[in-house]
């Protein structure tokens, strides 16, 4: 029996015995060093949450391996009626901490839950826990291509859903957040231990939450007619050269899949196909296969050099892994000597005024580019000196016109009031992922960088 006096870890105890009796002794752990790997995410790559939230710091008291949604509603009942926070998991890719167990308790690993259909609609339908490489896989087999995936594609798409964004496909489709989601199925925190499936409109509470709304147990996402991609790697001697071409992009008959763009300094840590130039800009783009040609035309009307072009699915998937946060990963990983951070920041500024966009941080700073709808993502990466430097900078890049969003925080931080209303019926406690939706919401600052 559980008593309000009881302390998270004894009540863990209780609610894990349980689960053992229901679900058999294979769906608990408590191996410490599950328990330290899964008590942090990717927020390493953040200096600011490196020092705040590092693994073992805040440590739960066991991980729970469902197999099924059924088990997942077993559990959160268990865990609802003994009080224990539930913190969910997919591969702990997230940037922000977002997977951090503040309070303890039970993590929720839904990596068994690894269902793919190809609907007749053409849509995919996927256990949270499903990887993202084997969906694309599945839906390109049926003639069909996901919307979007990230540059962590072997993520689960419950982790995704549930923390992450935009990618490969967000040119064309948006973020997660724009009709990528046609219907989730949810296990609420509320005791019933059921799961309910809402569609379009209705499952926006349950995406980018980071859970704090009830545990994703099943994604339908939207897909379309595959195309045939191929991956474009172009050189500059320049930036106004290589933005002339990526900003060029946006009118091409077929948008491109992915464009992402860095300076030289970025170049030599990529694990691209092709030896590149570190003395060059690299341009690389996803483009689909009738507009390669126009793509190549582009490159050398601005004076730059088409450095290898693949028409193979393989070669657009290493391209896409080199998109987003990962030239940020590779340059840290590169200079393990050196302390690295980066902001994400929206708007024309990078492409038209790159120099005073530079100039907001002192030491070296770098941008790397994604194209977007209408104007680019960038991450801004500089040399770390202290929390203050980073966040003094913020007011700076809005001057510029900048929408900014920091990767320095755990808090959720879209459609925040949405989220507070729908938690307060699937999770009156406040069990899932405490911590995580604060009592003053920040503004909505995904969205002043083009990600909604
Ligand atoms: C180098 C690097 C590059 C990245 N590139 C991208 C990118 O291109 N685009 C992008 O959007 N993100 C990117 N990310 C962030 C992250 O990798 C992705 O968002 C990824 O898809 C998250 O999936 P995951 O399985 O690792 O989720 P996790 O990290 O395990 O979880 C993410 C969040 O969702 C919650 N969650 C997990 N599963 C569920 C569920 N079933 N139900 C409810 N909530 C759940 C977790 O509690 C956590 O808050 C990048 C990260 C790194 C380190």
């Known amino acids: 029996m559980t008593t309000t006096t009881q302390t998270v870890p004894e009540r863990a105890a209780l609610a894990t015995a349980r689960i053992t009796e229901l679900l058999g002794p294979d769906v608990v752990t408590t191996d410490p060093e599950l328990l330290l790997k899964t008590s942090a995410d990717w927020s390493r790559m953040s200096p600011i949450l490196q020092e705040k939230v590092p693994a073992g710091r805040y440590m739960p008291d066991a991980v729970v391996r469902p197999r099924t949604a059924d088990d997942v509603a077993r559990v959160l009942q268990v865990a609802y009626e003994h009080d224990v926070p539930v913190t969910p998991r997919g591969s702990g890719t997230g940037n922000y901490g ?18 793919i259909t190809v609907n007749p609609s053409g849509t995919v339908s996927a256990g949270a826990g499903a990887k993202i490489t084997a969906i694309d896989a599945a839906a390109r087999a049926a003639g069909r291509d996901i919307w979007i995936y990230p540059s962590t594609k072997g993520s689960t798409i419950g982790g995704f859903v549930g923390g ?7 040119i064309e489709h948006g973020s997660t957040s724009d009709g990528y989601v046609v219907a989730v199925t949810v296990a609420p925190m509320d005791g019933s231990g059921t799961t309910f499936t809402v569609r379009g409109a209705d499952a926006m509470p349950y995406v980018h939450v980071y859970g704090v709304t009830g545990v994703v147990v099943e994604v339908e996402v939207a897909t379309e007619p595959a195309r045939e991609w191929v991956a474009v790697y172009a050189a500059f001697d320049d930036w106004a050269s290589m ?7 946006l009118d091409l008959p077929v948008l491109p899949r992915l464009a992402s763009a860095d300076p030289p300094a970025l170049v030599p840590s990529l694990p691209a196909a092709v030896e590149l130039d570190p003395t060059r800009h690299s341009l690389r783009v996803i483009a689909e296969a009738s507009t390669v040609a126009e793509v190549e035309a582009r490159v050398l009307a601005a004076g730059g050099t088409v450095v290898a072009t693949f028409a193979d699915y393989a070669e657009t998937d290493r391209l896409s892994s080199m998109s987003y946060n990962h030239p940020v990963y590779f340059l840290q990983k ?13 708007g024309k500024a990078h492409w038209d005024d790159p120099d005073a966009v530079r100039a907001v941080y002192d030491g070296e700073v770098h941008l790397h580019l994604e194209l977007m709808g209408h104007a680019p993502l960038a991450m801004v990466v500089a040399d770390y000196v202290s929390e203050e430097q980073v966040l003094d900078g913020i007011p700076r890049l809005e001057a510029l016109g900048l929408g900014v969003h920091s990767p320095h925080q755990w808090y959720v931080d879209r459609h925040v009031e949405l989220a507070r209303a729908t938690a307060r019926s699937t999770d009156p406690k406040g069990l899932l992922n405490p911590g995580k939706l604060v009592d003053s919401p920040p503004e909505d600052t995904r969205v002043n960088i083009g990600v909604r």
């Open 98 to 115: 977002q997977a951090t167990p503040f309070d303890g308790g039970l993590v929720l690993d839904l990596r068994g839950l690894d269902t």
């Open 243 to 249: 933005v002339q071409v990526h900003r060029s992009l």
């Open 334 to 346: 590169a200079h393990p000597e050196r302390t690295w951070f980066h902001m994400e920041t929206g």
């Open 164 to 170: 992450g964004s935009a990618g490969t496909g967000t």
